[in-house]
């Protein structure tokens, strides 16, 4: 009797089997083609927008943030199961691809800056040299933008990791461009009315309205010092501690102390910064009106002191615009976002812009967030190297293992780059690929016209018109080693050491020719630099200029 009931429920258990695999096929069937479970990797194939959100605007006009969440679960969802190998599942189209590329160009300009291509918060992608940078970074955007290259190319943790620096680069651009927002210096010519005829277009979405900031005592900000400085004493006893250790070849620390938590992350990153949103404040009450969005909107050519007023806003938020459908790690399509290119909210604890653009990066099927979360990516690249850090045992082993994970990339690069002629031609790629403007320096100016002609010769203009990466990647290829390079593009007065001797701390950028003394109100370039005796990173011109800064 036991033995027929058992075989009773095998067979029913077959059957659900054989029939949710018959579903399971014919939704793929129904859908295009998709992946297998072990995919190789290659793009995935989308299946075009459902036709509820083809009226995105009328569906979801006024719901709640619970209404909406019913209706968009019920909606048609991707699931294909990605190889763990695969870091990148599909292209860059469309705006988010025509963000991505004004990142890539913005990178290209940065790095001659000695700030934003290395953000502190990624410290292996710090340890790299200015030459390696470069190459992932060309090596990533020809992957992602141009159609007919191979994504094979880019599954790497290093280019994840260089994408994750664009992302951070358009966080930081979008911050700046808030904050000098309505500088008359800034602009070239008065645009004070635009600002205000925008602002009270939508006083609503004015997200630092209401809100007053309490200012700190005198004894709270000596108590943060005196915090800070015992901190910063702490963390410079351990820093010689750990460095022992590296001496040694120590690979794990064995105190228990030193740990990181039981959850296996690292407390001192922001644990939001890659988990996964539940940002409902994004969505609340539907979509901005359309007329509200198109309301006094600036396009590069008409308005142009207007449009780079909010040129980043702008990209960002046509990318949003495209995003109709869902992804199998959001539920809810940036199409309804509640809020639209004229939001400045920078004094927003959490900015709207910044949590938007991190569904967009992160959320939207272009990485394989799985994959980074198996292979434990965030507690290895994300968050700072600081005092902080360094003064808490239970993030050394963290240390140790970053060092080590920078040796191993910087190993091979280094010891086979010769000179920096590959930088020099990698700039001249992520030019051709993204800029939409002419600009160059005499040293580029035979090269730029032999591109330009190329150009033509394949019935395309790159001037003013974004888009055809894979045309204008064929184009550079056929001019690459026209004129060859000796300085950064555009900017000849800057160069570069040797990858082999770049000291890369994050802070102190020592692989540059050039440095300066680290009080901001201090222009002198040419006077001899003193190392900080404290911390040894920073360098002053004088003992007045120290005292000033601190």
């Not at 602009?187 to 600002?195: P, Y």
Request: with cysteine; proline share 4%.
């Amino acid at each position: 009797m036991v033995n027929n009931k058992k075989k009773r429920s095998k067979q029913k258990k077959a059957q659900r089997t054989t029939h949710a695999a018959n579903n399971t096929n014919a939704s793929r069937s129904s859908n295009g083609n998709r992946n297998a479970a072990h995919c190789e990797p290659s793009p995935i194939h989308h299946s075009p927008p459902s036709s509820d959100m083809s009226n995105m605007q009328d569906t979801f006009q006024g719901l709640s943030v619970q209404e909406m969440l019913l209706n968009i679960m019920n909606m048609k969802m991707r699931h294909q199961q990605l190889d763990d190998h695969v870091l990148f599942t599909r292209k860059l189209k469309g705006a988010s691809a025509q963000l991505f590329a004004k990142g890539c160009e913005s990178y290209l300009e940065t790095a001659m800056q000695q700030c934003f291509d290395a953000p502190d918060e990624l410290p292996v992608w710090c340890g790299l040299s200015p030459q390696q940078r470069m190459k992932l970074m060309v090596e990533l955007m020809v992957g992602l933008l141009c159609e007919e290259e191979p994504l094979e190319d880019i599954q790497t943790e290093q280019h994840f990791v260089a994408y994750m620096t664009i992302w951070r680069l358009l966080r930081t651009r979008m911050e700046v461009e808030m904050d000098i927002e309505g500088d008359a210096g800034y602009h070239d010519v008065d645009i004070s009315e635009q600002l205000d005829a925008i602002r009270e277009s939508c006083p609503s979405e004015d997200a630092s309205e209401g809100q007053v900031r309490r200012k700190r005592t005198q004894a709270e900000k000596d108590e943060q010092e005196r915090a800070m400085a015992i901190q910063s004493k702490l963390a410079s006893r351990q820093k010689k501690k750990i460095a022992k250790n590296i001496e040694k070849g120590t690979e794990k620390f064995a105190n228990d102390d030193n740990k990181l938590n039981p959850e296996g992350k690292d407390d001192s990153i922001a644990e939001d910064e890659l988990t996964y949103c539940t940002d409902a404040h994004l969505f609340e009450g539907g979509p901005s009106p359309q007329h509200s969005r198109a309301h006094l909107r600036p396009t590069e050519v008409e308005s142009a002191s207007l449009y780079y007023t909010f040129k980043w806003r702008l990209l960002c938020d046509d990318a949003f615009q495209e995003e109709e459908d869902t992804s199998r790690y959001y539920f809810t399509p940036l199409k309804i976002l509640n809020f639209n290119w004229k939001l400045n909210d920078l004094d927003d604890q959490v900015p709207r812009w910044y949590d938007a653009l991190k569904i967009l990066f992160i959320y939207n099927g272009v990485i394989n967030y799985d994959a980074i979360m198996q292979r434990d990516m965030i507690t290895l690249h994300f968050g700072e190297l600081d005092d902080a850090t360094y003064a808490n045992p239970k993030h050394h082993q963290r240390i140790l293992d970053v060092t080590k994970t920078t040796k191993q990339w910087r190993t091979s690069f280094d010891e086979s780059h010769v000179d920096n002629t590959d930088f020099f031609k990698q700039q001249r790629c992520i030019y051709a690929i993204t800029a939409t403007e002419l600009y160059y320096d005499n040293e580029d100016k035979k090269w730029l016209e032999a591109f330009c002609h190329a150009c033509q010769e394949d019935n395309f203009s790159f001037k003013n018109v974004p888009g055809n990466y894979q045309k204008r990647l064929n184009a550079y290829r056929s001019v690459q080693d026209f004129d060859t390079p000796t300085t950064c593009y555009s900017h000849s007065h800057y160069t570069f050491e040797p990858p082999s001797t770049y000291n890369g701390s994050g802070q102190d950028m020592a692989g540059y020719c050039y440095e300066h003394c680290n009080e901001d109100r201090c222009y002198g370039m040419n006077t001899a630099l003193f190392k900080c005796s404290g911390c040894k990173v920073v360098k002053y011109c004088s003992r007045e200029c120290q005292k000033k800064d601190w």
